[in-house]
Nanobody, 119 residues
Framework: QVHLVESGGGLVQPGGSLRLSCAAS????????MKWSRQAPGKQRELVASISSSGVTKYADSVKGRFTISRDNAKNTVYLQMSSLKPEDTAVYYC?????????????WGQGTQVTVSS
């Protein structure tokens, strides 16, 4: 069994910062691409950022320059540092990762963490 558990969400004022974490646990061989997505009420899920196992990052245009994705391979953890937050960043944030278990590469998702940007 492989699990991804997010943490770090909460309520923050516009212009503030939050750091999300997502840790993988269980029995697996390696973790490849790790991603953060978000889904606001009434909207489709949106890919926010991704990071490869070698550290190559990509960002949605809506968060470039404000969000930073990083990972600690020793801790099997991916982070999302969010700064200059806007009300439109309010959403449930999900991490997912391509994880290699014996015999196959599967896509695993966390349960999500709520981020609310409001004064």
């Amino acid at each position: 069994q492989v699990h991804l558990v997010e943490s770090g969400g909460g309520l923050v004022q516009p212009g503030g910062s939050l750091r999300l974490s997502c840790a993988a646990s269980g029995s697996f061989l390696s973790i490849h691409l790790m991603k953060w997505s978000r889904q606001a009420p009434g909207k489709q899920r949106e890919l926010v950022a991704s990071i490869s196992s070698s550290g190559v990052t990509k960002y949605a245009d809506s968060v470039k320059g404000r969000f930073t994705i990083s990972r600690d391979n020793a801790k099997n953890t991916v982070y999302l540092q969010m700064s200059s937050l806007k009300p439109e960043d309010t959403a449930v944030y999900y991490c997912n990762a391509d994880i290699l278990i014996p015999g196959q590469l599967d896509d695993y998702w966390g349960q999500g963490t709520q981020v609310t940007v409001s004064s």
